[in-house]
């Protein structure tokens, strides 16, 4: 594994844990909050599973903007429903001029908003054939925009198995849109180092990240795992750089949050999982067959439930929020190092 260049000095995350009473909360009745983007302003974006994103502002007050909202989310009477089916707004990037990229996780296509809610596809098909479950969409400096698909597999809960990789990562520009990478076990976030060299890929169902060069037409090479080859217990699932160089990423199920460090070391930030119920999934994952949805719903923590991504905020960009699957809430705590600004910031 070919070591990522850091800032100089001592790991500002070695040593650091969270601490659950300093956490602070933002927004209120939220709806599947997987995703969160953060402006300078401080105002910030989340993806809610009615159909749209809720834009919560500095001073506390949030709005629901979507073309055509979706009442049918309701963990308390039909989780399955909720977090299975319908539009599931999930990975999110702003374009240019301030639209709102979705992958919408639920309509298996990647949509474009306006910020006063109008709505069009982007793309949902490729190569003649449906997409998939369109995951997470990330632009990068040179604007143009790289898409997952996690699965073809519907429901997705039933890709949660180890031996399918049906995963891929599609890439649009001015040359249209391709698939340049596949193979990935249910592939999830993406993101690109300081230089834009490499693009790490958090393999869901793998336990890992794995890493591939960028070439300038776009095009990927030199595929390795980075890190360890797996994180332990839970499911990988959002990853996010901070300006160290330090890989931060969210395990869901067991409801960690790790980093890894430039050299490849695993440090763990937070463990919020309820034991029992991560040991049950571990036991039913190992098994290699679909892990029966009542035993992910009896998996996960308090603090920010189903624990699913990690954004980087506030004016120094040292504000951490957390968005979970079934959160109704943003935590956020202070981080002892900023994150690395997003081609928006």
Known sequence: MTLIRSS????PLRGFQIDPARIRHVGAGLKRP??????????????DARGGVMRIEPSGSQRLIGQALDPQF???TAPARSLLIGTLPNGLAFAANGDIFISNFGTDRLERMTRSGETRIVLDRIDGRPLGKVNFVLRDRRDRLWVTISTQINPWSDAIRTALADGSVILIDANG???VADGFHFTNEIRLDADEQWLYVAETTAKRVTRLRVLSDGSLTDREVFGPSTLGKGLIDGICFDAYGNLWATMIFADRLVAITPDGDLLELLSDGNPGA???VERAFATGN???????MRSGGTICPWLASVTFGGPDLRTAYLGGLRSTNIP??????????????
């Open 74 to 76: 309701d963990l308390t």
């Open 34 to 47: 997987e995703c969160i983007l953060a402006e300078r302003d401080g105002t910030l974006w989340s993806a």
């Open 177 to 179: 849109a391709r698939v």
């Open 8 to 11: 100089p000095g001592p790991n």
């Open 290 to 296: 679909p892990v029966p949805f009542e035993v992910l």
């Open 278 to 280: 991560t040991d049950t």
């Open 332 to 345: 956020a705590f202070d981080s002892p190092v900023a994150g690395l600004p997003m081609v928006h910031w």
